[in-house]
């Protein structure tokens, strides 16, 4: 008679591997927050710390004029796959003083992101980026690209060559300062018309979700108006492109050096009615690293994070799996 095995022996080491596991990821989600305050070139940067120190990290870069509510989905997910979670605030979107023009350069504000994770202690990073911090992303992975363990793109800024037609406005001085100002609430007009796409925007307890959120400061209005004024394109460039669309990004553009990225681990997800940031971008990063996986969300803006926000936690849940498993440090 064929032996019967013992159920017990075999089955508890497994069983207490997989408790640990669930452990740990309970852990990290629900971990309090630590919130440090780092100073580098007389600003001072915020950064909003979940879960273990041992990492492995993921830094978190909000788009502008936007806080970590609008990837609270996606920072939830990082923490379920055991991910240590940093948000960083840039000058004037968390704390005063707000960024000055000579210092708000693309190349800059990567190099602030960088000195705040350098002084937190985090050594390598996988970094999620929606809009703006999508394109300081991408400014670190091609400056620092040691540093990068993997990239997770919410419709990027610095791929492509155009923004929306308003971005011209907001360059000009005196306009633009008018536009870029302090504001307690936002407009349900701006928001359907420019920063949703179809599937979200008739959505009206979603919209006024969104308004009550959308506030700027003082320091938040003069840190926008900072990056706008310092990445438009040389004045003899802006010069030719004034009675033509488009162009508003050639100042920082790294879509020359996308190829340079094969290495790094890529995600990349876009609305396709993003009025922003065209989703023709996205085919622009498809064909320049073809390893990256690319999605389109179709009926999708700009808000992406909070319009389909169990799509994008999904394309992030598959990526994590099947992508940087492997990357990640022993338990």
């Given at each position: 008679m064929r032996p019967v095995a013992n159920l017990?022996?075999?089955?508890?080491?497994?069983?207490?591997?997989?408790?640990?596991?669930?452990?740990?990821?309970?852990?990290?989600?629900?971990?309090?927050?630590?919130?440090?305050?780092?100073?580098?070139?007389?600003?001072?940067?915020?950064?909003?710390?979940?879960?273990?120190?041992?990492?492995?990290?993921?830094?978190?870069?909000?788009?502008?004029a936007?806080?970590?509510?609008?990837?609270a989905a996606q920072i939830h997910e990082l923490r379920r796959h055991g991910y240590t979670t940093h948000v960083i605030e840039l000058p004037g979107f968390g704390l005063t003083p707000a960024l000055r023009k000579e210092s708000a350069h693309?190349?800059?504000?990567?190099?602030?992101?960088?000195?705040?994770?350098?002084r937190i202690g985090v050594e390598r990073a996988v970094i999620l980026g929606h809009s703006l911090g999508g394109g300081i992303a991408l400014h670190i992975a091609v400056r620092r690209p040691a540093f990068v363990a993997?990239?997770?793109?919410?419709?990027p800024a610095a791929v492509?060559?155009?923004?929306?037609?308003?971005?011209?406005?907001?360059?000009?001085?005196?306009?633009?300062?008018?536009?870029?100002?302090?504001?307690?609430?936002?407009?349900?007009?701006?928001?359907?018309?420019?920063?949703?796409?179809?599937?979200?925007r008739d959505d009206e307890v979603f919209?006024?979700?969104?308004?009550?959120?959308?506030?700027?400061?003082?320091?938040?209005?003069?840190?926008m108006r900072a990056i706008c004024w310092a990445n438009q394109p040389s004045r003899w460039r802006r010069l030719l492109l004034l009675a033509t669309p488009g162009g508003e990004q050639l100042g920082y553009t790294l879509r020359e050096q996308v190829a340079t990225l094969r290495d790094i681990p890529t995600l990349v997800l876009w609305g396709s009615e993003d009025r922003v940031i065209s989703a023709l971008d996205a085919a622009i990063f498809r064909a320049a690293n073809p390893g990256a996986?690319?999605?389109?969300?179709?009926?999708?803006?700009?808000?992406?994070?909070?319009?389909?926000?169990?799509?994008?936690?999904?394309?992030?849940?598959?990526?994590?799996?099947?992508r940087l498993q492997e990357l990640r440090p022993a338990a």
């Open positions: 017990n022996s075999v089955s508890t080491p497994l069983f207490l591997t997989r408790l640990g596991e669930v452990w740990r990821r309970v852990r990290s989600i629900v971990a309090p927050m630590k919130e440090a305050i780092v100073e580098h070139g007389g600003y001072r940067i915020r950064v909003r710390t979940r879960g273990p120190a041992r990492g492995p990290h993921a830094i978190v870069l909000p788009g502008m936007d806080t970590e509510f609008t990837l693309f190349p800059q504000l990567a190099d602030l992101v960088l000195s705040a994770a350098d993997g990239l997770i793109l919410l419709a492509g060559r155009s923004l929306l037609w308003t971005y011209k406005l907001f360059c000009l001085p005196l306009v633009g300062r008018a536009l870029l100002r302090p504001k307690r609430s936002g407009s349900r007009r701006y928001l359907r018309y420019f920063l949703l796409g179809s599937k979200r919209v006024e979700r969104l308004v009550r959120r959308d506030r700027h400061s003082a320091a938040m209005a003069r840190s996986d690319v999605r389109v969300a179709p009926g999708v803006g700009h808000l992406l994070p909070l319009e389909v926000a169990d799509w994008v936690t999904g394309h992030i849940a598959r990526f994590i799996t099947h």
